[in-house]
Protein backbone atom coordinates (compact mmCIF):
# COMPACT_ATOMS: atom_id res chain seq x y z
CA UNK A 1 0.00 0.00 0.00
CA UNK A 2 1.58 3.70 -1.03
CA UNK A 3 1.20 7.02 0.55
CA UNK A 4 -1.67 8.04 -1.40
CA UNK A 5 -3.63 5.06 -0.76
CA UNK A 6 -2.83 5.51 2.91
CA UNK A 7 -3.94 9.65 2.58
CA UNK A 8 -7.33 8.41 0.69
CA UNK A 9 -8.57 6.21 3.62
CA UNK A 10 -7.36 8.94 5.94
CA UNK A 11 -9.66 11.50 4.52
CA UNK A 12 -12.33 9.04 3.99
CA UNK A 13 -12.41 8.06 7.47
CA UNK A 14 -12.68 11.42 8.65
CA UNK A 15 -15.46 11.94 5.99
CA UNK A 16 -17.74 9.27 7.90
CA UNK A 17 -16.55 10.69 11.35
CA UNK A 18 -17.68 14.15 10.31
CA UNK A 19 -21.08 13.08 8.93
CA UNK A 20 -21.38 11.33 12.41
CA UNK A 21 -20.41 14.30 14.62
CA UNK A 22 -19.47 17.43 12.68
CA UNK A 23 -22.37 19.97 12.04
CA UNK A 24 -22.78 21.55 8.64
CA UNK A 25 -20.46 23.88 7.41
CA UNK A 26 -20.71 26.35 4.51
CA UNK A 27 -17.46 26.03 2.46
CA UNK A 28 -16.25 29.18 0.54
CA UNK A 29 -13.34 29.02 -1.96
CA UNK A 30 -11.84 32.60 -2.19
CA UNK A 31 -10.81 33.44 -5.72
CA UNK A 32 -10.20 37.30 -5.60
CA UNK A 33 -8.63 39.16 -2.60
CA UNK A 34 -10.65 42.00 -3.58
CA UNK A 35 -13.89 40.41 -3.24
CA UNK A 36 -15.11 39.50 0.19
CA UNK A 37 -14.12 36.00 1.02
CA UNK A 38 -17.63 34.87 3.14
CA UNK A 39 -19.56 35.81 -0.76
CA UNK A 40 -22.05 33.53 -2.43
CA UNK A 41 -20.05 33.08 -5.39
CA UNK A 42 -17.73 32.08 -3.52
CA UNK A 43 -20.20 28.68 -2.12
CA UNK A 44 -18.71 25.35 -3.30
CA UNK A 45 -20.76 22.94 -0.70
CA UNK A 46 -22.01 22.53 2.99
CA UNK A 47 -20.15 19.77 4.17
CA UNK A 48 -19.83 18.36 7.50
CA UNK A 49 -17.18 19.52 9.76
CA UNK A 50 -16.38 18.65 13.44
CA UNK A 51 -13.23 20.47 15.01
CA UNK A 52 -11.21 19.96 18.25
CA UNK A 53 -8.50 21.16 20.41
CA UNK A 54 -5.65 19.33 18.68
CA UNK A 55 -6.92 16.44 20.40
CA UNK A 56 -8.85 13.58 18.60
CA UNK A 57 -10.23 11.97 21.93
CA UNK A 58 -12.48 15.01 22.37
CA UNK A 59 -11.85 15.74 25.91
CA UNK A 60 -10.39 19.30 25.71
CA UNK A 61 -11.78 22.30 25.33
CA UNK A 62 -9.66 25.22 23.52
CA UNK A 63 -7.95 27.82 25.66
CA UNK A 64 -6.97 31.52 25.77
CA UNK A 65 -5.17 32.50 23.13
CA UNK A 66 -5.14 29.44 21.18
CA UNK A 67 -5.93 29.82 17.53
CA UNK A 68 -5.68 26.07 16.13
CA UNK A 69 -7.79 23.16 15.95
CA UNK A 70 -7.97 19.81 14.16
CA UNK A 71 -10.39 19.72 11.12
CA UNK A 72 -12.59 16.72 11.01
CA UNK A 73 -14.16 16.92 7.31
CA UNK A 74 -13.54 15.22 4.17
CA UNK A 75 -10.25 16.18 2.87
CA UNK A 76 -10.98 15.34 -0.68
CA UNK A 77 -13.32 17.55 -0.84
CA UNK A 78 -11.29 20.35 0.62
CA UNK A 79 -8.07 22.84 0.08
CA UNK A 80 -5.74 24.33 1.99
CA UNK A 81 -7.40 28.72 2.14
CA UNK A 82 -10.68 27.29 1.95
CA UNK A 83 -12.99 28.92 5.17
CA UNK A 84 -15.84 26.55 6.86
CA UNK A 85 -18.48 28.63 8.14
CA UNK A 86 -20.36 26.96 11.21
CA UNK A 87 -23.82 27.27 11.74
CA UNK A 88 -23.48 29.95 14.43
CA UNK A 89 -22.07 32.19 11.52
CA UNK A 90 -18.16 31.60 13.02
CA UNK A 91 -15.55 30.84 10.20
CA UNK A 92 -12.16 29.40 10.36
CA UNK A 93 -9.62 28.64 7.43
CA UNK A 94 -7.95 25.70 6.50
CA UNK A 95 -4.24 26.19 7.48
CA UNK A 96 -2.63 22.97 6.29
CA UNK A 97 -3.14 19.74 5.00
CA UNK A 98 0.03 17.94 4.69
CA UNK A 99 0.84 14.41 4.36
CA UNK A 100 -1.02 11.84 6.73
CA UNK A 101 -1.34 14.26 9.21
CA UNK A 102 -4.07 15.99 10.52
CA UNK A 103 -6.03 18.87 8.67
CA UNK A 104 -5.18 22.13 10.89
CA UNK A 105 -7.78 25.09 10.71
CA UNK A 106 -7.26 28.41 12.52
CA UNK A 107 -10.43 29.91 14.21
CA UNK A 108 -11.20 33.20 12.87
CA UNK A 109 -12.63 36.59 15.20
CA UNK A 110 -12.16 39.24 13.21
CA UNK A 111 -12.90 40.06 9.49
CA UNK A 112 -10.26 42.48 7.98
CA UNK A 113 -9.45 44.75 4.77
CA UNK A 114 -5.59 45.09 4.08
CA UNK A 115 -4.26 48.31 2.69
CA UNK A 116 -1.34 49.74 1.69
CA UNK A 117 0.10 52.96 1.96
CA UNK A 118 0.63 55.66 -0.71
CA UNK A 119 4.25 55.38 -2.15
CA UNK A 120 5.63 58.10 -3.60
CA UNK A 121 7.84 57.55 -6.97
CA UNK A 122 8.84 60.94 -7.88
CA UNK A 123 11.78 63.32 -6.99
CA UNK A 124 12.19 67.15 -5.96
CA UNK A 125 9.15 69.05 -4.21
CA UNK A 126 5.82 66.49 -4.05
CA UNK A 127 2.42 67.10 -2.09
CA UNK A 128 2.14 65.39 1.77
CA UNK A 129 4.06 61.92 1.69
CA UNK A 130 2.59 59.95 4.80
CA UNK A 131 -0.23 57.64 5.28
CA UNK A 132 -4.31 58.91 4.36
CA UNK A 133 -6.62 56.77 4.75
CA UNK A 134 -7.41 58.09 1.13
CA UNK A 135 -4.58 57.36 -0.40
CA UNK A 136 -4.37 53.74 0.71
CA UNK A 137 -4.47 50.82 -1.88
CA UNK A 138 -7.20 48.15 -1.23
CA UNK A 139 -5.24 44.69 -1.12
CA UNK A 140 -7.46 42.39 0.68
CA UNK A 141 -11.27 42.78 1.25
CA UNK A 142 -13.27 41.43 4.38
CA UNK A 143 -11.41 38.39 4.83
CA UNK A 144 -11.93 36.78 8.10
CA UNK A 145 -8.67 36.38 10.59
CA UNK A 146 -7.67 35.61 13.74
CA UNK A 147 -6.52 38.60 15.82
CA UNK A 148 -5.44 37.30 18.92
CA UNK A 149 -2.86 39.82 21.86
CA UNK A 150 0.08 39.58 21.04
CA UNK A 151 3.36 39.01 23.52
CA UNK A 152 4.49 42.75 23.67
CA UNK A 153 3.64 46.29 23.97
CA UNK A 154 5.30 49.26 22.57
CA UNK A 155 5.76 52.69 24.32
CA UNK A 156 4.10 55.52 22.49
CA UNK A 157 6.32 58.19 20.86
CA UNK A 158 5.82 60.99 23.90
CA UNK A 159 5.65 58.53 26.72
CA UNK A 160 3.87 60.80 29.11
CA UNK A 161 3.17 59.34 32.90
CA UNK A 162 -0.77 58.60 31.75
CA UNK A 163 0.20 57.27 28.35
CA UNK A 164 -0.97 53.58 28.06
CA UNK A 165 1.16 51.42 25.65
CA UNK A 166 0.56 50.48 21.97
CA UNK A 167 -0.86 47.08 21.86
CA UNK A 168 0.70 44.73 19.87
CA UNK A 169 -1.41 41.75 18.11
CA UNK A 170 -0.69 38.17 16.17
CA UNK A 171 -2.38 38.05 13.41
CA UNK A 172 -3.04 35.11 11.40
CA UNK A 173 -4.52 35.22 7.58
CA UNK A 174 -4.74 32.38 4.87
CA UNK A 175 -2.49 32.47 1.54
CA UNK A 176 -4.37 35.41 -0.29
CA UNK A 177 -5.70 34.64 -3.77
CA UNK A 178 -3.82 36.17 -6.70
CA UNK A 179 -0.30 35.93 -5.09
CA UNK A 180 -0.91 39.14 -3.48
CA UNK A 181 2.38 39.78 -0.70
CA UNK A 182 2.00 41.87 2.72
CA UNK A 183 5.10 43.17 4.14
CA UNK A 184 5.79 45.65 7.01
CA UNK A 185 4.02 49.15 7.15
CA UNK A 186 0.80 47.61 5.35
CA UNK A 187 -2.45 48.42 7.67
CA UNK A 188 -4.88 46.06 8.46
CA UNK A 189 -8.43 46.96 9.27
CA UNK A 190 -11.00 44.99 10.85
CA UNK A 191 -14.72 45.69 11.17
CA UNK A 192 -14.77 47.35 15.00
CA UNK A 193 -12.73 49.80 12.64
CA UNK A 194 -9.71 49.07 14.79
CA UNK A 195 -6.20 49.68 12.70
CA UNK A 196 -3.39 47.94 12.94
CA UNK A 197 0.37 48.44 11.00
CA UNK A 198 2.27 45.75 9.79
CA UNK A 199 5.59 45.12 11.95
CA UNK A 200 6.41 42.00 10.62
CA UNK A 201 4.96 39.32 8.21
CA UNK A 202 5.78 36.11 7.77
CA UNK A 203 4.91 34.19 4.53
CA UNK A 204 4.62 30.16 5.54
CA UNK A 205 3.29 26.97 4.09
CA UNK A 206 0.39 27.85 7.01
CA UNK A 207 -0.16 31.39 5.84
CA UNK A 208 0.47 34.61 6.60
CA UNK A 209 1.80 34.66 10.39
CA UNK A 210 1.69 38.56 11.32
CA UNK A 211 2.89 40.88 14.35
CA UNK A 212 1.24 44.47 14.21
CA UNK A 213 0.98 47.33 16.60
CA UNK A 214 -2.27 49.07 16.97
CA UNK A 215 -2.54 52.38 16.04
CA UNK A 216 -4.70 54.84 18.08
CA UNK A 217 -4.83 57.94 15.84
Known sequence: MDGATIQNRIYNGYAKAAARVGLPCGQYRPTSALTPAIAGGNL????????????????KAN????ALWYCLADGAQLAVGDY???PDGSALFIAAMQALLPILAVECNRTVKVFRPQ???????????????????????QFPAS???????????????????????AILLPLLPGGVYLRNADVITDEQSRRYVISSAEFTDLGWRINATQVLT
Open 44 to 59: LRTLPASFNALDFTYM
Open 63 to 66: LYGK
Open 84 to 86: LVR
Open 119 to 141: QLSGVGAQGYGGDTVAAETLLAN
Open 147 to 169: ILVGAKSDKGPVDLPGDVRNPSW
